[in-house]
Nanobody, 120 residues
Framework: QVQLVESGGGLVQPGGSLRLSCAAS????????MGWYRQAPGKQRDLVAT???????NYADSVKGRFTISRDNAKNAVYLQMTSLKPEDTAVYYC??????????????WGQGTQVTVSS
């Protein structure tokens, strides 16, 4: 089994910054594309950003220029640096990883989610 553990959420004022972290563990041979999604109350879960093992990134238009995704391949970890936060960024943020397991099966793992609230 593969587990993703997130940390770093919280309450921040508009214009502030937060850094989310996610570490993958378990029966992982290799973590391929990793990323972050978010889900606001009453809305669907949307892509925020992804990053490949080679470092190619992809961002939702709504966060371009404000959020930066990065990873540490040796630790199977992914990070999301969020700056210039807006109230509309308020959501539960989920880490996701496409992995190749030790048994050479492809799997997609999700974290449990971490709450980010942007409010004055």
């Amino acid at each position: 089994q593969v587990q993703l553990v997130e940390s770093g959420g919280g309450l921040v004022q508009p214009g502030g910054s937060l850094r989310l972290s996610c570490a993958a563990s378990g029966s992982i041979f290799r973590a391929n594309t990793m990323g972050w999604y978010r889900q606001a109350p009453g809305k669907q879960r949307d892509l925020v950003a992804t990053i490949t093992t080679g470092g190619t990134t992809n961002y939702a238009d709504s966060v371009k220029g404000r959020f930066t995704i990065s990873r540490d391949n040796a630790k199977n970890a992914v990070y999301l640096q969020m700056t210039s936060l807006k109230p509309e960024d308020t959501a539960v943020y989920y880490c996701v990883a496409d992995v190749l397991t030790i048994s050479r099966k492809e799997d997609r793992a999700w974290g449990q989610g971490t709450q980010v609230t942007v409010s004055s």
